[in-house]
């Protein structure tokens, strides 16, 4: 425990909120978007600029401290948060600043998806991110990052142009290809290893700020074919267009015919990163892969389309994830997940196919510490629902498919998608690189005070 005298000098000077046990705002603050998860840190502090975090890091470090770092609270395997010791919560910390005629924005390390869309957006640019708006920034950046504009513009990783972190000493750095290269190296996929982010500088693009993008339905007796079709059409899709799969029983869409509401289906989702006429070209083939129960496409503001899947993935439910890479997709694959699907243990389940490739695919696998580049797709199986009394069984349908698929997958696995208790996975996570990333790691953070992660031993 903490003793108060101490608690009481850290808070000499903060600028933001030291939020302790006793406190009303706790039970609240302790709280992430897995239900799953259940920690209680002694300390919570949450920062109001850079001079803050240097002060919790290095309250935490002289005090031998265990310190989690929080930026959106959205990783899957709770490493927002730690039991007992401190937590540098920077969710408060998300201002965005654009140069629109640089093509540049800086924006701090507490920030959500849909901070960093709407500040960029209001210029008609946009960078790579997640597909749920309210994601960390923070998190999904430093394990990669991918969505709807990777296979155009590369990984979030590809876009970042320098970061301000706060390594494990209290000092302020700045990490660019001229500043710590190898730092900056390490940041763009090795996860919190190396230190508190307090602002990312990215590259941006001309996105929309309206886009081709929506749902085109299939009833799951559709589903083999109609997935043989995708792998056939995406491996000669242009860059701009991103199609991925979802299966899962049909939310109560509107336009979708009720008598398909709750039914297992398969849903095309899709994003055309250019000019929405030439997209509509595109993107035809789609509608005959069979006969469609219904559709939603059309032109819509790019940060509409970003929060489309927000309804699906609220905070607060039990969630327990799995995922594999592909290099390539096989008809035994697709068998697995039809017959997956075809007995979800609750209507939040759904098995999710994200395409890569085009850029995200380019870059060398040492050219930043993510490594997967040769993943042509992501399957994350998100096992979802709402009491504890379905955590056995939830979790168990996760496992299975994940096993009954695992035969077919590349063995690379996407850092951000780890759930605790696959930590035999990190090595696998992180690949090729690990080793130079130990060596970044042993020079930053020798004492791996920054280790409520998926870990990188020094
Ligand atoms: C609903 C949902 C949708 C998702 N969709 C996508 C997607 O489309 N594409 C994709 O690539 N990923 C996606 N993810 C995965 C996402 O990238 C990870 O969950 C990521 O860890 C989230 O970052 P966060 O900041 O919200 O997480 P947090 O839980 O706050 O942190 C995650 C990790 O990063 C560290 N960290 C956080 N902030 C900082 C910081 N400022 N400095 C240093 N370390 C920090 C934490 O210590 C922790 O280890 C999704 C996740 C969810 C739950």
């Given amino acids: 425990m ?256 009720q008598d398909v509401h709750g039914k297992a289906v398969l849903i095309l989702a899709l994003l055309y990163a250019g000019d929405s006429k030439r997209g509509e070209a595109e993107i035809a083939p789609l509608r005959k892969f069979g006969k469609p129960v219904g559709e939603a496409v059309g032109v819509q503001p790019y940060t509409a389309w970003q929060q489309a899947f927000d309804p699906l993935l609220t905070p607060g439910a039990r969630n327990y994830w799995k995922s594999h890479n592909f290099t390539a997709l096989k008809d035994g694959l697709f068998d697995v997940a039809v017959k997956h699907v075809a007995n979800l243990p609750t209507p939040q389940c759904e098995i999710f196919f994200g395409a890569l490739g085009g850029a995200a695919s380019r870059p060398a696998p040492d050219a930043t510490a993510y490594p997967h580049r040769d993943a042509q797709y992501v399957m994350n199986f998100h096992g979802r629902w709402e009491s504890a009394d379905d955590d056995e069984r939830c979790v168990a349908w996760s496992r299975e498919f994940f096993n009954a698929s695992a035969p077919f997958a590349s063995g690379g696995a996407y850092v951000n998608f780890l759930t605790a208790d696959e930590t035999d996975r990190t090595a696998a996570a992180y690949g090729s690189n690990y080793k130079r990333l130990a060596e970044v790691k042993k020079k930053y953070d020798p004492a791996n005070l920054f280790r409520v992660n998926q870990n990188i031993k020094p």
């Fill in 2 to 257: 903490v003793q108060t005298a101490k608690v009481e000098k850290l808070k000499e000077g903060f600028k933001g909120e030291v939020i302790l046990p006793k406190d009303g705002a706790y039970d609240e603050a302790r709280k992430i978007w897995n239900a799953m998860i259940d920690k209680r840190p002694a300390i919570i502090a949450r920062c109001a600029n850079t001079q803050d975090v240097v002060r919790a890091v290095n309250f935490a470090r002289d005090h031998s401290l265990l310190l989690a770092v929080r930026g959106g609270g959205h990783n899957i395997a709770g490493n927002a948060l730690c039991d007992d010791g401190i937590v540098v919560d920077l969710s408060a910390m998300k201002s965005a600043k654009v140069d629109a005629a640089r093509r540049r924005v800086v924006i701090e390390g507490g920030a959500k998806l849909g901070d960093l869309d709407a500040a960029t957006q209001a210029h008609g640019l946009a960078t790579p991110v997640g597909i749920n708006s309210t994601t960390g920034l923070a998190g999904l950046t430093l394990g990669g990052g991918f969505g709807w504009l990777s296979r155009k513009y590369g990984l979030t990783v590809d876009n970042l142009e320098s970061a301000e972190l706060v390594t494990a000493d209290g000092e302020v750095v700045r990490a660019s290809a001229a500043d710590h290269p190898d730092l900056f190296w390490a940041l763009r996929g090795g996860g919190g290893n190396f230190g508190v982010v307090t602002r990312f500088e990215f590259q941006l693009h001309r996105v929309g700020p309206n886009v081709l993008s929506g749902l085109i339905v299939y009833p799951i007796a559709q589903a083999k074919s109609v997935l043989q079709q995708y792998r056939d059409f995406t491996a000669k899709a242009s860059e701009e267009l991103s199609v991925w799969t979802v299966l899962r029983l049909a939310p109560p869409l509107p336009f979708l015919p």
